[in-house]
C-alpha cells in the first residue's frame, strides 16, 4: 500500500487546489424581454434568439 514518506505542506497543497472552484455562468441581457440568459442560447422567458421569434415560429417559415 502507498504510503506518503513525508507530509504535504500547506502550499503545496494550496498550489494543487486552486483550480479546485465553481465557475459563475457567463450571463446577458435579452435584446428583447430583458432576461439574464446564457450567450447564443434562445432565451426560456420569450422564445428570441438574435432578434426573432425562433420558438413560435410557424411551420414552413
Do not use: W
Request: charged share 25%; hydrophobic share 30%.
Amino acid at each position: 500500500m502507498a504510503v506518503p514518506q513525508r507530509r504535504t505542506g500547506k502550499t503545496a497543497k494550496r498550489k494543487r487546489r486552486t483550480h479546485f472552484n465553481l465557475a459563475a455562468p457567463a450571463l446577458v441581457q435579452c435584446s428583447h424581454c430583458g432576461s439574464m440568459v446564457r450567450p447564443h442560447h434562445v432565451c426560456p422567458e420569450c422564445g428570441y434568439y438574435d432578434g426573432k421569434d425562433i420558438l413560435h415560429l410557424k411551420k414552413g417559415e
